[in-house]
Nanobody
Framework: QVQLVQSGGGLVQPGGSLRLTCAAS????????IGWFRQAPGKEREGVSC????????YYADSVKGRFTISRDNAKNTVYLQMNSLNPEDTAVYSC????????????????WGQGTQVTVSS
């Protein structure tokens, strides 16, 4: 079965850290650009980060630059999003997506999508 399975969300206090995991089954993540997206209530979906399939280049939204780190472990067919120094504005449902092209195009409706995971930053 072809799917992306996410884990690692939850409730964390401001200033805390979480690591999100996006694990693939049924296909090889190394052949895909992987993007992380988030959507907060009442807001549009926002691209958070992406890692390319070609040379592993990484990209970040300005709002998370310096706090979030995306990485991939091709041996485990998994991509991670390490989130540090979290603040309440980071509260959202986070989703990963795998696209066959470049980071500029990842997140299309026909890409592979994870199920989404809630991240809540609150004291």
């Amino acid at each position: 079965q072809v799917q992306l399975v996410q884990s690692g969300g939850g409730l964390v206090q401001p200033g805390g850290s979480l690591r999100l995991t996006c694990a693939a089954s049924g296909f090889t993540l190394a052949y895909y650009a992987i993007g992380w997206f988030r959507q907060a209530p009442g807001k549009e979906r926002e691209g958070v980060s992406c890692i390319s399939k070609s040379d592993g280049s990484t990209y970040y939204a300005d709002s998370v630059k310096g706090r979030f780190t995306i990485s991939r472990d091709n041996a485990k067919n998994t991509v991670y999003l390490q989130m540090n120094s979290l603040n309440p504005e980071d509260t959202a449902v986070y989703s990963c997506a795998a696209g066959p092209a470049t980071c500029e195009r990842v997140g299309a409706p026909n890409d592979f999508w994870g199920q989404g995971t809630q991240v809540t930053v609150s004291s």
